[in-house]
């Protein structure tokens, strides 16, 4: 246990589908993160939130969206998907932004299915 | 932007010391150097983070020399249970986060 909380473990979704990924963390922590990791790439940031404000967007397309409602929790809207979409799909937290913050706490993430 | 380049595996044996390499060329003056530990179905787990010299702790030293464009992670006497994959990141001051493509571990009996 990491305190870092990811629902659901798994999702299977086809392309029209809108769906949401949940992230909760209760670990104090002001920077929380958006990971894609697929089978053939390295770990890819996504998206960074540092006190609920989001400092960076990677050049993710726009059919994934971020939220973070609170320090606490961060959730990623996904709609319209394709398959190359399919993923793990982790987050994380960490005491304070990059670089050179600590640690970052990372979720057991989504495994994500798009068909 | 800092591109990080690892080996892609690496064999070793219980009780031996493993060092694994990574390369960042262009590295910038206020990034910092972190590894990370990946088992199957779990999310990365924090090893070690460092600027510059040496940093050591209870699991693993980071060596980084003076021109910062490569770093060191050096396991002492690795067990089976260090079998894992290990993940070198660039941090960047402008919140870009590069990592490497990992380099997975074997340890042997």
């Known amino acids: 246990e990491t305190g870092v909380t990811q629902t659901p473990r798994h999702l299977v979704m086809g392309m029209t589908n809108k769906k949401s990924l949940k992230c909760e963390q209760h670990?104090?922590?002001?920077?929380m993160y958006w990971y894609k990791q697929s089978a053939k790439k390295p770990l890819e940031l996504m998206f960074v939130?540092?006190?609920?404000?989001?400092?960076e967007n990677n050049s993710v397309p726009s059919r994934f969206s971020p939220e973070c409602p609170n320090s606490s929790h961060l959730f990623l809207h996904l709609h319209t998907l394709q398959p190359e979409d399919s993923a793990l799909y982790l987050c994380?937290?960490?005491?304070?932004?990059?670089?050179?913050?600590?640690?970052?706490?990372f979720g057991p993430g989504t495994r994500l299915t798009v068909t | 932007l800092a591109k990080t380049t690892q080996p892609i595996s690496m064999d070793s044996y219980e009780g031996q010391e493993v060092n694994i390499t990574c390369s960042h060329n262009?590295?910038?003056?206020?990034?910092?150097i972190t590894w990370y530990q990946q088992f199957p179905s779990q999310g990365p787990r924090f090893i070690i983070q460092?600027?510059?010299t040496k940093v050591t702790n209870e699991v693993a030293s980071l060596f980084i020399p003076a021109d910062r464009k490569s770093s060191t992670l050096s396991l002492p006497r690795v067990s089976l249970s260090d079998t894992a994959v290990y993940y070198c990141?660039?941090?960047?001051?402008?919140?870009?986060?590069?990592f490497g493509g990992g380099t997975r571990l074997m340890v042997k009996p």
């Open positions: 939130y540092n006190f609920k404000e989001q400092t």
């Open positions: 670990l104090g922590h002001n920077a």
């Open positions: 460092g600027y510059k």
């Open positions: 990141l660039v941090e960047n001051a402008g919140n870009m986060l590069t």
């Open positions: 994380a937290s960490s005491q304070e932004p990059p670089p050179g913050g600590g640690e970052q706490y």
């Open positions: 262009n590295i910038a003056t206020n990034d910092y």
